[in-house]
């Protein structure tokens, strides 16, 4: 049903949504780049993000005069992220991560700990500054704290 076109398609909610999905690939969108990517008049444009900021999606930077996300298209996101699980979520990238690099994996129980390894962390260092090698098969643990050795 998600592709059905409606019956009665309205170009501007389409093209509101456009904008928006457009400011989750960067970070601030000029009139004249949303003239060019809806294919709209500037006057058609500016209505547009003019709306949207009204209704706080977007604001207009006073400088630039660039439009970047508003603080209701940041709450909307945020009650979204809210409600993701993202150890399940993770979990089957860090999976496939894991058998990508030839690491282990381990996870206990869903209050633990996740933890994966990597010959890749060279960059990473273990509580008390010791550098991670690629030699050190023991796996980093990532918790509320951040990452532990």
Not at 12 to 41: C, F, H, W
Not at 109 to 126: D, E, G
Request: hydrophobic letters at 35%.
């Amino acid at each position: 049903m998600r592709n059905e076109v409606p019956s009665n398609p309205i170009e501007s909610v389409d093209n509101a949504r456009k904008l928006l999905l457009l400011l989750g690939e960067q970070p601030q969108i000029r009139l004249s780049e949303a003239t060019r990517y809806l294919g709209v008049r500037p006057s058609t444009a500016h209505r547009l993000l003019a709306m949207l900021a009204y209704r706080g999606f977007v604001r207009q930077d006073p400088d630039s005069k660039a439009y970047l996300p508003g603080p209701a298209l940041t709450s909307v996101a945020f009650a979204i992220f809210g409600r993701v699980d993202i150890q399940r979520t993770a979990m089957p990238v860090m999976r496939g991560l894991s058998e990508h690099w030839a690491s282990r994996f381990t996870s206990e129980c869903s209050t633990a700990p996740t933890s994966v390894s990597s010959p890749r962390s060279r960059a990473l260092k273990r509580s008390g500054g010791v550098p991670v090698g690629a030699h050190d098969a023991r796996p980093l643990h990532l918790d509320r704290q951040g990452v532990t050795g």
